[in-house]
């Protein structure tokens, strides 16, 4: 079965980073952040009539983004600082600085309308888009940093991992959280949610190439591991059943739940820096190449 429909590059003059995906009718927008020493950059790219092309461009005042998200009209931006722009088709325009004094580490959103960001200070803070202000804030733990977190669907639960190996669901309507029952000795450093279904938590341990997937429906958590043959950029879902994995020595891989599909080598000469996921459409990044992928649904 052929998987990829069409692929398109960009190469920028810096190292990337951040991305992010939006298909909006005809058209596939692009957020990118840049990485490494000096100002950091945002960029808007659009893939409209086989044409992937930059829109905007404007610098920013972190010297380092962890994570980036297309909303509505907005990106928002999230490390050293976390920011809200608004986007047209010529220009990006700083829009609010958010009134958080911890450097965030991630965050995911609830229908658009709400955001709920973790930080290294194990803050967790539901956000509010309209008004740009905080709508509650929950100290999580002590002595532990959020690494990761990402939320259900509807956005009324969500699970999250710290730098001392543990993993948790949360309740954002009780603003209740619990332990996971998980295998020892990981190094859990990414999290992704099954959004088609909310049953399965993805726990991904990036050095060791491994990829646990976790049942939420279950009491007693039971666990359905991948391995992969080398270190995890990052994995997501890619439809209810099926995975997409991208690793650092270039391979990307199609996966359903424990069964390898198909791996596509993208080139030896390429490191995958990082990987996004939106609908059947993928983006990777390498150094300073973005490459756009379309996947047959």
């Known amino acids: 079965m052929k998987y990829i429909i069409n692929s398109y590059m960009f190469i920028h003059t810096k190292e990337l980073y951040g ?10 927008l692009i957020a990118l952040t840049t990485f490494g020493e000096g100002t950091q950059e945002l960029l808007v790219l659009s893939n409209k009539e086989d044409d992937l092309q930059k829109k905007s461009q404007i610098n920013l005042d972190s010297k380092f983004v962890i994570q980036i998200m297309l909303l509505n009209e907005l990106i928002v931006v999230a490390g050293e600082s976390f920011q809200i722009f608004k986007y047209s ?17 991630c965050f995911d959103n609830v229908n658009n309308q709400k955001i709920i960001s973790g930080s290294i200070n194990s803050i967790l803070t539901i956000w509010d888009i309209n008004t740009q202000k905080p ?20 956005g009324n639960v969500g699970s999250l991992i710290t730098n001392k190996n543990g993993l948790f669901r949360f309740d954002v309507r009780l603003n209740q959280i619990f332990p996971f029952q998980t295998r020892q000795s990981l190094k859990y450093s990414k999290i992704n949610y099954n959004k088609f279904d909310n049953s399965y938590v993805m726990a991904i341990d990036q050095e060791n190439g491994i990829i646990d997937l976790y049942d939420t429906r279950q ?17 997501d879902w890619l439809i209810n059943s099926l995975i997409i994995s991208a690793c650092q020595e270039g391979n990307v891989e199609i996966i359903e739940m424990d069964t390898h599909l198909k791996k596509y080598q993208i080139h030896k000469e390429y490191t995958i820096d990082n990987m996004q996921i939106y609908d059947n459409i993928v983006g990777l990044i390498s150094a300073n190449h973005f490459g756009l992928i379309y996947l047959k649904k």
Do not use: G, M, P
């Open 135 to 154: 709508l509650s804030q929950t100290q999580v733990f002590q002595n532990q940093e959020i690494y990761d977190l990402s939320l259900s669907a509807d």
């Open 89 to 105: 088709n010529t220009k990006i325009d700083h829009l609010v600085d958010l009134q958080s004094n911890e450097v965030i580490s």
């Open 19 to 28: 991305c992010s995906l939006k298909q909006q009718e005809q058209e596939t």
């Open 219 to 235: 009491i007693q958590q039971t666990c359905q591991r991948i391995r992969c043959q080398d270190i995890i950029s990052n994995a």
